[in-house]
């Protein structure tokens, strides 16, 4: 059993962290790698997740968090002879770690300043993005193997299935994810079902808006003419940003941070899914899921989305603005859904529950038959680590 470094923190509530714990868990019952982690698993980090899944990680858990009490004492000179994936983010900046060999750069990217990636980017062995998107801004840029692995969901726990009952099942529901930031389009999901919501008053916005990093969000206006506030205790003020805004908030109900393995049950709860981003590094994880679910998305046809769209398997914004005026990052391929054109698919969606239906499962079958799972990635990340040996 070969040793694998994820050299990053994982998590059960977004992200980063849910890559990489899928990874690790998929890698932990197979019998050909051992993974290790970039830092202790604790229960916080796998809260929600089924005890059966963490009783067959069990031993590759142990194994890895006293590997992590070992590395706390070794020289960062040291020389790992095992491979090692790390986690870039925008800038493309990795962590200070000891020596390994072979290591793989997972590079994940919005901000398409990459100037200097090829010198950044040149201790690498291989590069691998989550994208077409990003592969090739960074094929176009660098003189390393460049390779795509796409990111994936859980068919055992995203699959379409009934709804609880819970909800008033004479509203029309629609769901926003992630957290809020220009880049994610949540200025143009309010506007966009202020109004809807004014031509009907059954219309509910379901946000999931919260995350661990409530600072970041704090001040966010985009479009809008009020901006995000925190409240005292620190975190959105979700109820008082839309009021602000011009939107009745008893017509949001507000969710707060949820793990991962919980969200299939909201999901689907959902008439639809909005995500209207102006970039994604990867194909958006938030839309991925709800499509599993059997739930329509309608999603902005740009950057990394555009690998998530095909014929019947979601609602596309074909409008796309291009983005030259924002100057926290570089925008080439980055998109601006124009509000109108949302309007009208939250319009086909609520006239045509037939067409929803259809939709709905079209994308989950879609992603079963495009192999878009966590199983898969892992699979296919795996064939490029032992293409190494």
């Known amino acids: 059993m070969r040793p694998v470094l994820i050299n990053w923190n994982v998590n059960n509530m977004c992200g980063w962290g849910l890559v990489g714990l899928n990874l690790f868990l998929n890698w932990a019952s197979g019998p050909d790698i051992g993974p290790l982690l970039g830092g202790p698993l604790s229960e916080k980090e796998i809260a929600g997740t089924d005890p059966l899944r963490l009783l067959a990680a069990k031993d590759a858990i142990l194994v890895s968090n006293r590997f992590q009490a070992q590395l706390s004492h070794t020289p960062p000179s040291t020389q790992l002879n095992f491979p090692v994936i790390e986690g870039l983010g925008n800038g493309l900046a990795g962590p200070e770690s000891v020596r390994v060999t072979p290591t793989i750069a997972r590079c994940i990217f919005e901000d398409t300043r990459l100037d200097d990636a090829d010198r950044i ?200 603005s291009a983005i030259r005026d924002y100057a926290a990052s570089g925008t080439d391929g980055w998109g601006e859904s124009d509000v109108d054109e949302i309007v009208n698919a939250l319009e086909r969606f609520y006239a045509d529950s037939a067409l929803r239906k259809e939709i709905g499962l079209n994308g989950a079958r879609w992603l079963i038959d495009e192999h878009r799972t966590w199983a898969d990635h892992a699979r296919e990340l795996k064939s490029l680590i032992t293409s190494f040996s």
């Open 121 to 320: 980017l040149a201790k690498y062995d291989l590069l691998v993005c989550a994208s077409r998107w990003n592969a090739e801004l960074l094929r176009s840029h660098v003189t390393k193997r460049v390779e795509i692995v796409f990111e994936g969901i859980d068919p055992s726990l995203f699959h379409p299935g009934p709804r609880s009952g819970l909800l008033d099942p004479n509203r029309f529901y629609i769901f926003s994810g992630g957290k809020v930031e220009y880049r994610k389009g949540h200025d143009l999901t309010p506007l966009a079902f202020r109004e809807f919501s004014r031509r009907h008053d059954d219309a509910v916005l379901v946000t999931l808006w919260h995350s661990p990093w409530p600072h970041l969000s704090a001040g966010f206006q985009g479009k809008l003419s009020a901006p995000l506030e925190l409240t005292r205790e620190g975190i959105i003020d979700v109820k008082r940003w839309v009021a602000a805004n011009a939107i009745d908030p008893s017509k949001v109900i507000e969710i707060g941070l949820v793990p991962n393995p919980m969200m299939p049950a909201i999901l689907r709860e959902m008439d639809c899914v909005l995500a209207p981003s102006r970039a994604e590094a990867c194909t958006n994880l938030v839309a991925a899921e709800a499509m599993a679910c059997g739930v329509p998305v309608i999603c902005a046809d740009n950057t990394g989305v555009k690998d998530l769209i095909a014929p019947d398997n979601s609602w596309p914004l074909r409008s796309q």
